[in-house]
């Protein structure tokens, strides 16, 4: 049994030496695979960040008048909550708006001295509202309809929504994060689907190079454990050897993108691939070992048939 | 030792037969050869034997065990009983002369020092232990037969299947091979060989199985080759 394994594996090593060509053209193109889906990997990752971060940015700011309470203010806080379409709700208040467009016009100097002639604040407090899915923003601004329209309106507190100025943008907005989400899924399936086909072909023409030589071991009585075994391990190595390489092209690579991505998407994706790395490893590699031992064992299983 | 009873082979549904009825018997320790035209039936015969193929109709009998009715599973290790040489020789190309040897004693589960000892013996009863790590190509057309042969004999076979051993040689490498078949026959193994070389049939004086058409025309002890 020991004996038998410890030949499996020194005969797979060897093979794999003597067989150059084969092996490097094998490698190469599971590389290329590998790198395909670790690219993928990564260009998903971004996307997912740059949506989420897009969506983060929508949100419907309820304005109130300055005389609104801060009873009033909370009770209208507490009912948008309470909705299941919100997220959450950011209240800034009176004094935190004047502090904002004070900071905002700091170099300003009329506007200041605008503000200050004026004497008291005359901005209202507001309610930033953030729903969880840009398609509920509908929802939400017919809830506040009801408040500013509704029964009892004649003393609403809300002074505007800003929803209908920017109803068309959130829209338009909202379809096109559906399309490139669902767009984006099926290219990645179908890079990750070619990628799989091609590395499956490659190692069965690899074996197909050896046809003869499995039905000589036939001939010799080796049995189908003793032939499968060493073409596994080989299998088993492009993998390894491959998401090896093509984690080492990737890294450069994202290196220098990472900044980039920082500036663009404020998101650094090397900060991403150092602290994933891990996995981002795990599956690469993971993959190609995968690959690399079932296209084996199937193209041999071919020539195994009696 | 061999037997074949009433054993046919059609191929293509019926459109054409390689063997017809064939039934023979083979003693242990026998030399026989078999001749022929090309599509007479002969690697058929020989396929059969090794179950690389099987018969549409009839039975192959290894001493009492028919060979038809061998699971897949236990195949190698029926294959293990028989040593197989080719025209083409059929070496391994990534495996050194040694290599090749050693995979079939490998293959059939021997000890490495079994290897160490019984590989060289072999070499040298082919006279190739100089050459022992040179690879395939590297080696000349009757050098690779006789690797093949080392390779076959080395488990200690019941029986030796050389089809058309010498198909591929020059007459001095032929002349060898026939003489370390016969030596090996000599030590008391049954061989049973295929070949169209009429100098070879002629120089063995054993018995000889014309076969024609998929029948066997002619069973001679003492062989002639006569077509």
Redesign the interface.
Same mark, same amino acid.
């Given at each position: 049994m020991w004996? +038998?394994f410890k !030949?499996i594996v020194r005969s797979g090593f #060897? +093979?794999f030496w !003597? *067989?150059t060509f084969v092996s490097l053209a094998s490698i190469f193109v599971m590389t290329v695979a590998l790198f395909v889906i670790g690219s993928t990997m990564l260009l998903g990752q971004l996307l997912e960040v740059s949506l989420d971060n897009i969506k983060n940015k929508v949100d419907i700011n309820v304005y109130f008048v300055t005389e609104a309470s801060d009873d009033d203010i909370n009770s209208l806080k507490t009912s948008l909550e309470s909705l299941s379409e919100v997220e959450s709700v950011a209240l800034t208040t009176r004094e935190e708006a004047l502090q904002q467009f004070k900071d905002r016009h700091v170099e300003d100097e009329p506007t200041i001295q605008a503000l200050e002639e004026l004497g008291e604040n005359p901005l209202g407090a507001s309610l930033a509202v953030r729903a969880g899915n840009t398609s509920q923003y509908q929802g939400i601004s017919d809830f506040l309809d009801e408040q500013q329209t509704g029964e009892g309106a004649q003393n609403s507190v809300i002074y505007r929504v800003n929803y209908l100025d920017n109803k068309e943008s959130i829209e338009k907005l909202t379809s096109i994060i559906d399309a490139v989400d669902s767009s984006s899924f099926i290219v990645m399936i179908v890079l990750v689907a070619v990628s799989i086909l091609i590395t499956f072909n490659t190692l069965r023409l690899a074996i197909y190079t050896s046809r %003869? %030589?499995i &039905? #000589?071991? !036939?001939?010799? +009585?080796? &049995? *189908?454990t003793?032939i499968r075994g060493p073409f596994m391990l080989q299998g088993v190595m492009y993998g390894l050897v491959s998401g090896v390489i093509a984690i080492l092209i990737l890294y450069p690579i994202v290196l220098w993108l990472g900044p980039k991505t920082a500036t663009f998407f404020q998101y650094n994706l090397f900060d991403y691939f150092v602290s994933d790395f891990v996995s981002m490893f795990a599956v690469i590699v993971g993959t190609g070992i995968a690959l690399g031992l079932v296209s084996s064992i199937m193209a041999v299983s071919r020539y195994l048939r009696? | 030792m061999i037997y074949f009873d009433k054993v046919s082979k059609v191929y293509n549904g019926g459109q054409s037969t390689a063997l017809r009825e064939i039934t023979f018997q083979v003693a242990p320790k026998e030399f026989v050869s078999i001749v022929g035209h090309s599509g007479a039936g002969k690697s058929t015969l020989l396929k059969m034997l090794i179950a690389e193929d099987a018969p549409t109709d009839g039975q192959v009998f290894f001493e009492s065990l028919n060979i038809h009715s061998i699971p897949r599973g236990k195949l190698p290790k029926f294959r293990r009983r028989i040593g197989t040489v080719f025209q083409d020789f059929k070496l391994l190309p990534h495996k050194t002369a040694f290599e090749n040897i050693s995979f079939a004693m490998e293959a059939n589960g021997r000890t490495d020092e079994e290897i160490a000892e019984n590989v060289p013996q072999a070499l040298e009863l082919v006279d190739l232990a100089d050459k022992a790590w040179n690879f395939p190509h590297e080696l000349s057309g009757g050098e690779k037969q006789r690797v093949a042969i080392a390779r076959a004999i080395v488990n200690q076979p019941d029986i030796i299947i050389a089809d058309e051993p010498t198909g591929n040689l020059d007459p001095i490498a032929t002349y060898e091979v026939v003489q370390i078949l016969k030596k090996i026959n000599d030590l008391g193994t049954t061989v049973i060989m295929t070949t169209h070389n009429k100098g070879v049939i002629d120089e063995l004086g054993k018995r000889v199985l014309t076969m024609d058409e998929g029948r066997i025309v002619r069973d001679d002890e003492d062989g002639r080759y006569v077509l």
């Open positions: 004996t +038998g !030949r #060897v +093979g !003597r *067989n %003869e %030589e &039905s #000589v071991m !036939r001939l010799v +009585g080796a &049995s *189908n003793f009696v | -």
